[in-house]
Every structure is written in structure tokens, then in C-alpha cells.
């Protein structure tokens, strides 16, 4: 009786402890299994992607200028600003206009330059005396106001050759200041006046009337002869105030 209850208790140890053995081999196979199949961190997932949008932004950036100078449109032609409209100082005359018989005529065949001469005429007090003789052409002509007195100049030219004229007070200081000269050839006239026909140093030709004044008139000829100069110089017409 004994020996089968302590056989019954040896049993139940060994079950016990073979069950414990047993619980212990699964929970060591179970950690192993469950240790295997853990997923082991992937090293590429350290490593940074390349971003698209980066390349394709630099492909954008980089896009040959040949194709943004094709697309571009110029700015429409800005046309040009019409000049200011003249305006007249109120109270002032406006410049006389050369007409088919004009005064100023016997000046230039140019409708302008007869304007020009009108106007002057009309300004300056004195008597305005201008020429067109036949082979020369008018270079240039001025005149001015200055509180001391007006004055004219008119330039003449055939080739090299040139009559210079200067009318008015043009010069104010003595007869002998205002006409120098080398040599008195004798004398002649300046359109209806008569002068003092005078060699210069220069070895050209002058006519002077009343030098020194406010109305003095002198005529000078470079490169000309004496006839062809004292004709010219009787040809003179004066231009009549209107």
C-alpha cells in the first residue's frame, strides 16, 4: 500500500516535472520563432531618395534660351510725338510773307529768303539794301537789334569768290576806324548812295557810305574784278517798309 502511494507521487512529480519541461522547450521554441520573424531593418531605408521634382526643376531652369527669345513678343512700334503746335507772343506782328511782287523781290528768287528780308526791313530803321546778282548765290544773311543800334549782314558766293555786305551800325567809332583802307581808287555807288570806292590792304575792294554812323552801309569783294564789283554793288535795291 505504501509503495503504491509513493509510486503515485513519483508519477505526478515526473508528470509535473516532464509538463514543465515540456511548457519550457515550447516557450523557447516559440521566443526562437518569434525572434526569427521579426523583420530586420532594411539599410536602404537610410538612404535618401532622390527627389523628382528636383530634376525637374533643374530641366526646367536649364531650357535653351533659343526658345525663349522664339516666344518673344516685341513692344509695338511707339510712333513718333508730333512736334509742339508754335505759338505767337501776344501783342507781336506776325513776320511779313513774301507775295507774287513781293517788295523783296530783287533780293533772292527764293519766296524765304525774301520773307527773311521783309521781316528785317520792317525791324531794323534803317534802309535795308539786298541784291541778287546774276552767277552768285546767297550764303548766309543776319541781322540783330541792340540797344546801341541794328544791324545787317548778308554773304554772298560764286566759287571761291565772295561780296560781303554789312548795313546799319555795325560799326560805331570814327569814319577813318570804320573804312580802313591801303589805297582811294576813286569812287562809286551802293545801290542809289553814293560812297568812296577804296583798295584794302587785303588786296580787296570796298565801298564804304557814311562809315561810323548808324546808317552805314559797306560792301567788300574778294577775288573780283573791279568792274564786275562796282556793278554789282550800283545793283542794289532797297526794301520798302510795309
Not at 218 to 229: C, D, E, T
Request: with cysteine; glycine share 8%.
Amino acid at each position: 500500500m505504501n509503495d503504491t502511494r509513493g509510486s503515485l507521487v513519483n508519477h505526478r512529480r515526473l508528470s509535473a516535472a516532464s509538463f514543465a519541461a515540456v511548457a519550457l522547450a515550447l516557450a523557447l521554441v516559440g521566443a526562437a520563432c518569434s525572434s526569427a520573424l521579426e523583420p530586420t531593418p532594411s539599410p536602404v531605408a537610410d538612404t535618401p531618395t532622390p527627389a523628382v521634382t528636383t530634376q525637374a526643376s533643374a530641366t526646367a531652369t536649364t531650357a535653351p534660351q533659343s526658345s525663349l527669345i522664339a516666344t518673344f513678343t516685341p513692344w509695338p512700334t511707339v510712333p513718333p510725338t508730333a512736334p509742339p503746335t508754335p505759338y505767337h507772343t501776344p501783342g507781336k506782328t506776325a513776320a511779313p510773307s513774301a507775295g507774287p511782287t513781293s517788295p523783296a523781290q530783287a533780293c533772292s528768287s527764293s519766296a524765304k529768303n525774301q520773307t527773311f528780308f521783309l521781316e528785317a526791313a520792317n525791324a531794323l530803321k534803317f534802309t535795308v539794301y539786298c541784291a541778287s546778282p546774276k552767277g552768285w548765290s546767297l550764303a548766309n544773311a543776319n541781322y540783330g537789334q541792340p540797344k546801341a543800334g541794328g544791324w545787317l549782314t548778308i554773304n554772298y558766293k560764286s566759287g571761291s569768290a565772295t561780296i560781303a555786305v554789312s548795313e546799319g551800325a555795325f560799326c560805331l567809332t570814327s569814319a577813318s576806324a570804320c573804312a580802313p583802307k591801303s589805297s582811294s581808287i576813286g569812287s562809286a555807288s551802293f545801290g542809289p548812295l553814293s560812297g568812296a570806292l577804296d583798295g584794302l590792304a587785303s588786296g580787296d575792294l570796298a565801298i564804304y557810305v557814311s562809315p561810323g554812323t548808324a546808317h552805314a552801309y559797306r560792301i567788300v569783294g574778294h577775288l573780283v574784278s573791279q568792274s564786275a564789283f562796282v556793278s554789282i554793288a550800283a545793283g542794289f535795291k532797297a526794301v520798302p517798309k510795309t
